[in-house]
């Protein structure tokens, strides 16, 4: 899933080398469960004629992951010149990770795979390669995750280096096991009845780190289609409002209104259609300036006010009164004698998001004229 979001992003920003390398991150990851899967395994067993060299291949599939990972932490971490050299030294030394890991597997029965025990020569020095690599890899990765934690400003980055963080002390306790596997088995003993948990710091830990890494992204695309809901929503919420002022100044569109429908079904985003709708719905409040009467503003807000409202709704349902009121003047040629300013003059928003907020509420407390002559409002 991890992999899969982050492609969409990739088609875009291939040259953001944290971005490719976190994408990698995924995939070795991917690669290597499923490598490990018993069906996958023995396929890759008899198709290459290898008893249990899926094994080392799932492997590999890890000291990768530890590779893009720690790397994409030193490109969070230090400026890009800084970041290459590192991320240069840890593909070397995942390389030669990878190569000692065959280099030893060509001298080991394969059965020993085949029960995860720690038995010859050589099947120490396979997992001894795996497991400093690994300790050595999530160590780093612990260590400057949790330093870049306390550095951040964003809430859910900071969590999610947290959760990094404490996935990659959990995947330590795999490597301590194991270790304590190798030297019990130096003096005679075993450690065997801690392997099932050994599994469980390894599995558990991949899980949290992977979690960690993920969380941003899952975020950022939870925050992207609420952000899609939310325009589609308002952009039907202001509807009615600027029905009103484009049939009484069909001027303010300067171009067709877009189906809110085709746009729903065709999944697009509608931000520069809400844009525009904020826009219109301003001008023909300007429009219709010519039209406000004071008297209409006076008794909106003394009656409102009586009603317990407070800014921003009191303004607001002033407004929508004056909207209404100036509309049936408008229809009806009768300028106003004592002109007045939109009541939301005294809440002016600053932004184009405050402006937004401001116009819901107006357009919550409006109801057009009863009487108001329409004009075809483009599909």
Same mark, same amino acid.
């Given at each position: 899933?991890?992999?899969?979001?982050?492609?969409? /992003?990739?088609?875009?920003?291939?040259?953001?080398? #944290?971005?490719? *390398?976190?994408?990698?991150?995924?995939?070795?990851?991917?690669?290597?469960?499923?490598?490990? *899967?018993?069906?996958?395994?023995?396929?890759?067993?008899?198709?290459?004629?290898?008893?249990?060299?899926? @094994?080392?291949?799932?492997?590999?599939?890890?000291?990768?992951?530890?590779?893009?990972?720690?790397?994409?932490? =030193?490109?969070?971490?230090? %400026?890009?010149?800084?970041?290459?050299?590192?991320?240069?030294?840890?593909?070397?030394?995942?390389?030669?990770?990878?190569?000692?890991?065959?280099?030893?597997?060509?001298?080991? !029965?394969?059965?020993?795979?085949?029960?995860?025990?720690?038995?010859?020569?050589?099947?120490?020095?396979?997992?001894?390669?795996?497991?400093?690599?690994?300790?050595?890899?999530?160590?780093?990765? =612990?260590?400057?995750?949790?330093?870049?934690?306390?550095?951040?400003?964003?809430?859910?980055?900071?969590?999610?280096?947290?959760?990094?963080?404490?996935?990659?002390?959990?995947?330590?306790?795999?490597?301590?096991?194991?270790?304590?596997?190798?030297?019990? !088995?130096?003096?005679?003993?075993?450690? !065997?009845?801690?392997?099932?948990?050994?599994?469980?710091?390894?599995?558990?830990?991949?899980?949290?780190?992977?979690?960690?890494?993920?969380?941003?992204?899952?975020? /950022?695309?939870?925050?992207?289609?609420?952000?899609?809901?939310?325009?589609?929503?308002?952009?039907?919420?202001?509807?009615?409002?600027? +029905?009103? *002022?484009?049939?009484?100044?069909?001027?303010?569109?300067?171009?067709?209104?877009?189906?809110?429908?085709?746009? *729903?079904?065709?999944?697009?985003?509608?931000?520069?259609?809400?844009?525009?709708?904020?826009?219109?719905?301003?001008?023909?409040?300007? +429009?219709?300036?010519?039209?406000?009467?004071? /008297?209409?503003?006076?008794?909106? +807000?003394?009656?409102?006010?009586?009603?317990?409202?407070? !800014?921003?709704?009191? #303004?607001?349902?002033?407004?929508?009164?004056?909207?209404?009121?100036?509309?049936?003047?408008?229809?009806?040629?009768?300028? #106003?004698?004592?002109?007045?300013?939109?009541?939301?003059?005294?809440?002016?928003?600053?932004?184009?998001?405050? /402006?937004?907020?401001?116009?819901?509420?107006?357009?919550?407390?409006?109801?057009?004229?009863?009487?108001?002559?329409?004009?075809? @409002? %483009?599909?």
């Amino acid at each position: 899933m991890g992999f899969l979001f982050l492609l969409r /992003d990739l088609k875009n920003n291939r040259k953001d080398r #944290a971005l490719v *390398l976190l994408s990698l991150v995924f995939l070795s990851s991917a690669l290597s469960f499923i490598i490990a *899967l018993p069906p996958i395994w023995k396929q890759i067993d008899a198709a290459l004629g290898v008893p249990s060299i899926a @094994v080392p291949l799932a492997q590999s599939c890890v000291m990768l992951v530890l590779v893009f990972q720690t790397s994409v932490v =030193a490109y969070w971490a230090f %400026p890009p010149a800084e970041a290459r050299r590192r991320s240069k030294i840890f593909g070397i030394a995942g390389a030669a990770a990878i190569a000692g890991l065959f280099a030893t597997f060509s001298q080991i !029965d394969p059965d020993d795979f085949s029960h995860f025990l720690v038995r010859g020569t050589f099947y120490k020095a396979y997992l001894g390669i795996y497991i400093a690599a690994y300790t050595l890899a999530q160590t780093y990765l =612990a260590v400057k995750c949790w330093q870049q934690a306390r550095r951040s400003v964003n809430s859910w980055v900071t969590a999610s280096l947290r959760i990094i963080t404490v996935g990659a002390v959990i995947t330590v306790g795999q490597s301590v096991i194991r270790t304590a596997d190798l030297v019990a !088995d130096a003096f005679g003993s075993s450690a !065997d009845s801690w392997l099932a948990l050994a599994w469980l710091c390894g599995d558990a830990g991949a899980l949290l780190t992977l979690l960690g890494y993920f969380l941003p992204t899952l975020v /950022d695309r939870a925050r992207g289609v609420y952000g899609w809901a939310n325009d589609h929503y308002v952009y039907k919420r202001l509807a009615p409002l600027w +029905e009103a *002022l484009y049939a009484a100044t069909p001027s303010i569109a300067a171009v067709p209104a877009e189906s809110q429908l085709r746009s *729903l079904v065709q999944l697009r985003p509608i931000s520069f259609s809400l844009y525009r709708r904020i826009t219109e719905i301003r001008d023909g409040m300007i +429009e219709l300036r010519p039209y406000l009467h004071a /008297d209409v503003r006076e008794e909106a +807000e003394h009656r409102h006010g009586t009603q317990g409202l407070k !800014d921003p709704d009191l #303004a607001a349902a002033v407004v929508a009164e004056q909207i209404r009121q100036a509309l049936a003047s408008h229809s009806q040629k009768q300028a #106003a004698v004592e002109l007045t300013e939109y009541a939301d003059a005294r809440v002016s928003p600053e932004t184009t998001d405050e /402006d937004k907020h401001l116009l819901l509420r107006i357009a919550r407390y409006f109801t057009p004229p009863p009487a108001q002559v329409t004009t075809p @409002v %483009p599909s």
